[in-house]
């Protein structure tokens, strides 16, 4: 058993990438690889069952990923039934080095569409079969062979379903989102100059023409019902919330990764006593952001650890 445990934990974090990008959810992603963990361990405990999977990493990732399918699946009723918008759980990782910073051609390759809430926000709405032949053979690269298996499907239908997904992430009204790190703080920069500034003109030219902004409260704070679109109604909601928030005080953050893009933590003191902590995580293309995402629900933020006294504001990369 200790072996089993040894072998599981080096594709623990590979795994929890694959349900992660497919549900969403860090909780549900993590429910997920639990239950891979039982059914590995239950089917595999005999060392003969062992020996016949000479591919350990595919037979985990068809276990968790016919797992996923079958959270998405219920999932589409739990989404309909959610007040407001709704937001993927932000995974929250600090920031790299100073020069983890400077552009590379290899990076810019690896993040273009593959990273942020930008690309989980679009898979929301695909089919969850269409999401699972996206996940596994376009972020994953699995074989349409392995896809068709968590599918059930023939491998013409996994690549017909995948074709589909790849049409909808790609489509014209998806916030795009192919800045590497340098060109994210560069524009973010802009951003909270423009914010501070008050100045809807100035705002405006750091935004996009198309610019969505979504939040996500779950119901326990006021948030728009619906996507903000276009830079000067988007513009007008962002300089109005920082605008309360300031007048309120007491207004802190701290710059951070948000799905291994830029963004922040940020607390407010709200005035029925509570403390709003809230997750903001952006998309860039070609020098402006095509996305501004809140996330505000108590219950996707709630387990972070609060910010320390050296938190502040304007957050600084």
């Known amino acids: 058993m200790d072996e089993l445990a040894g072998e599981f934990e080096a594709e623990r974090g590979h795994l929890l990438a694959v349900a992660q990008r497919m549900l969403g959810s860090r909780s549900e992603a993590e429910d997920a690889v639990q239950e891979t963990w039982l059914r590995y361990s239950g089917a595999l405990a005999d060392p003969a069952a062992r020996a016949r999977i000479r591919d350990l990493r595919g037979w985990l990732t068809t276990t968790c990923s016919r797992l996923c399918l079958d959270v998405l699946r219920s999932a589409r009723v739990r989404r309909e039934a959610y007040p407001g918008q709704w937001l993927p759980e932000p995974v929250v990782t600090g920031l790299p080095a100073t020069d983890g910073f400077a552009p590379d051609p290899a990076e810019r390759a690896v993040r273009a569409d593959q990273l942020g809430t930008a690309l989980l926000v679009v898979?929301?709405?695909?089919?969850?079969?269409?999401?699972?032949?996206?996940?596994?053979?376009?972020?994953?690269?699995?074989?349409?062979?392995?896809?068709?298996?968590?599918l059930a499907v023939t491998p013409e239908a996994a690549r017909q379903l995948a074709s589909r997904a790849r049409r909808a992430v790609?489509?014209?009204?998806?916030?795009?989102?192919?800045?590497?790190?340098?060109?994210?703080?560069?524009?973010?920069?802009?951003?909270?100059?423009?914010?501070?500034?008050?100045?809807?003109?100035?705002?405006?030219?750091?935004?996009?023409?198309d610019v969505v902004s979504i939040g996500d409260a779950g119901g326990h704070f006021p948030a728009a019902r619906r996507p903000v679109v276009g830079a000067e109604a988007a513009g007008r909601l962002l300089l109005g919330l920082f605008d309360q928030a300031r007048r309120r005080g007491g207004l802190r953050a701290r710059p951070v990764l948000v799905d291994g893009v830029l963004g922040w933590q940020a607390e407010l003191a709200w005035p029925d006593g509570r403390t709003m902590r809230m997750v903001t995580s952006f998309a860039v293309h070609e020098g402006r952001i095509t996305g501004v995402f809140n996330q505000l629900n108590p219950e996707k933020v709630g387990e972070l650890p609060p910010l320390g006294p050296e938190s502040g504001w304007p957050p600084r990369w």
Not at 131 to 141: E, G, I, N, T, Y
Not at 176 to 200: I, K, N, P, Y
């Open 170 to 209: 790609h489509g014209p009204d998806a916030p795009r989102h192919t800045a590497d790190l340098a060109e994210q703080r560069r524009v973010l920069t802009a951003f909270v100059a423009a914010v501070e500034s008050g100045e809807l003109d100035q705002l405006v030219r750091v935004l996009a023409p």
């Open 123 to 150: 898979l929301e709405r695909l089919t969850p079969e269409q999401r699972v032949a996206f996940v596994l053979h376009d972020v994953f690269a699995v074989p349409f062979g392995d896809v068709a298996e968590v």
